[in-house]
């Protein structure tokens, strides 16, 4: 990447849930036109198959491969209950996949706070339907698209999950190759600890499985609440942050968390809402400048319309809250920020 390059993004959204926004298309355009750069982070990998199609073209536009941990559970129970959105209520009760207790059948999305970052706020539900897929339909092989050849149980349908293996089996096998990596993590706050060792299963497959792949500069966005210390012991462990850049999203640890996520080298990507607590604006005041990264973790609501006029005005009110924030001037904290992010995307 040269600086020139770089400098055709004016904004990159470290953070973003494009693919889950009815019209990510039209999105994904606009932004282009407005110099802004996305990281698309997925919630399962078969949305990061699709999102890979939809986004194929999209010179702005990177796809992270996720498996979020609200997600984690979702196959297995359907693969346990043995037929599609069929799950027995005993499967309901033993694994209580979203925070309702209610079976989510694969394509429908478990409730949704605001956005995935700390999730101590009260969730509202939100009805996920059926995911509209809006991009483009030209054969476009892709690293993800092609692997999904090659690994034989892996598909790029909307629907097809019970003749594949689990979700993790399928997260590693395409993170293997992908250099994106999101939104991927933990998540221990009372409406998902049920689902912890899985989430660990999940998240540790998926660390180890980068750490053993390196593949150049990666970059891996991660969800933790309440699990930070959990989530930086495995990353310590696979020694993860030596080959990649790892992109704590949304952090809400405690300062000791902090500490050690600095010493390891990490970065932080901040939103709106994350400036919003005392302890937030702390972080982000303190972190190195380097390591400093904006997202927006939109959209608020999975599968209804977004813009990108919202993205980059969100990204403006974040970037403005920083500068005062670290005494900084606004205009050379957007250009370096914008800079290190096209960097670490290849934009
Ligand atoms: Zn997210």
Redesign the pocket.
Known sequence: MSTMDARRFKLVDM???LDRMCNAADVAREAAARGIGIFC?T?TPQDAILAQKTFANCENVRVGVGL?PWWVANDRVLARAGTRGEASADNRISTGVDSDGALIAHGQTPARPN???PADAPAHSVDAGTRIFTGTEGERPTNIASQSSTAGNLCSCTECTLDSVDAICRVANLAAASPYI??VGLDFSPAHVQTRSMQLEAFERIVRTCAENPCGARVV?I?AVRAAREALDILERHALTRSATCVF??FSGTSDDFLRLRRLGCCVSVNNRMLATRRGREYARQMPADRLLL?T?APGQFDAPYSASELEASLMRTLCALARLRGADEHELASRIAQASAGLLRL
Do not use: F, L, Q, Y
Request: glycine content about 12%; hydrophobic content about 25%; overall charge negative.
């Open positions: 953070h973003c849930h982070a919630v979020h956005a995935c970052g999101g939104e966005s969800h999203h949304w997202e973790d």
